[in-house]
């Protein structure tokens, strides 16, 4: 059973940095697509990075040049750095995996798409002015 945990959320001024991560189980997700995703309440879910089993990422126009994913294979757990936070940044995170190599080709592809089958349960980050 695959068990996706995510850690490392918080209350941070803006300009401020977190990094959070997420711990992976049930199966080695290091030659697999990983994301992160991000809900603000009202908001719809938005796709934030994406790290492809090659190691290739894309972001969000949003949070390039200050959000970096990255996964350890050893530790089986992927992170996002986030740095220059802005209040606009407020939102849960959650991660995901998607059993393919390839990531899907857009940020917003979810289970909907039938992408980003497996989820974790979300950690909170508010930033705040």
């Known amino acids: 059973q695959v068990q996706l945990v995510e850690s490392g959320g918080g209350s941070v001024q803006a300009g401020g940095s977190l990094r959070l991560s997420c711990a992976a189980s049930g199966y080695t997700y290091g030659s697999y697509c990983m994301g992160w995703f991000r809900q603000a309440p009202g908001k719809e879910r938005e796709g934030v990075a994406h790290i492809a089993g090659d190691g290739s990422t894309r972001y969000a126009d949003s949070v390039k040049g200050r959000f970096s994913i990255s996964k350890d294979s050893a530790k089986n757990t992927l992170y996002l750095q986030m740095n220059s936070l802005k209040p606009e940044d407020t939102a849960m995170y959650y991660c995901?995996?998607?059993?393919?190599?390839?990531?899907?080709?857009?940020?917003?592809?979810?289970?909907?798409?039938?992408?980003?089958?497996?989820w974790g349960q979300g950690t909170q980050v508010t930033v705040s002015k």
């Open positions: 995901a995996a998607d059993l393919s190599a390839l990531c899907p080709d857009s940020l917003t592809a979810g289970p909907e798409s039938g992408d980003f089958g497996d």
